[in-house]
């Protein structure tokens, strides 16, 4: 059994980081997604022969509302964890600044209210991270039964 005490600490650290980057690119994953299938619905629009069928009509128009939904929530995740960083640093420095026991009214004022605003934010980005892929998936959907019904002749 290995007796040399385990950095804790920098395993934290390093989880940390993985995961900031996993959440970067999953929401980039996403966004990306979000405009293929948004492109691939304006060429159904552009290409089509005819006007297209009312259901079918009602179920692209939800599925851009729901994908322009989820590019905006992509993009709202993105500030919101640039925002929440910004704070982590400011944190961080006051933190540097000032190592030992504070007595300083207004800064334990400015930290709480960092500390307040970081948990906001960090809040905010874990709801959007699941609403994100909820809203790619349905818009999706329905962008298929858009196009499942306007080609329901040719499946037969």
Not at 5 to 34: E, M, S
Not at 98 to 114: H, Q, S, W, Y
Not at 124 to 150: D, E, H, K, R, W
């Amino acid at each position: 059994m290995n007796d040399e005490p385990r950095d804790y600490n920098g395993l934290i650290k390093h989880f940390q980081t993985i995961n900031a980057a996993n959440v970067t690119n999953t929401v980039n994953v996403l966004l990306t997604l979000t405009v293929g299938v948004i492109a691939f619905a304006v060429n159904i629009l552009v290409n089509s022969k005819g006007p297209l069928n009312a259901y079918a009509g009602d179920w692209l128009i939800a599925s851009f509302v729901l994908l322009f939904l989820d590019a905006f929530v992509g993009i709202t995740i993105l500030f919101t964890r640039l925002e929440d960083y910004r704070r982590t640093i400011q944190s961080a420095v006051i933190s540097r600044d000032n190592p030992g026991l504070v007595n300083d009214e207004k800064l334990i004022k400015t930290a709480r209210t960092l500390k307040r605003t970081a948990n906001l934010l960090n809040r905010a980005t874990n709801v959007l991270l699941y609403v994100q892929p909820a809203l790619f998936l349905a818009g999706f959907m329905c962008l298929a039964v858009s196009v499942f019904i306007t080609n329901a002749g040719k499946l037969s």
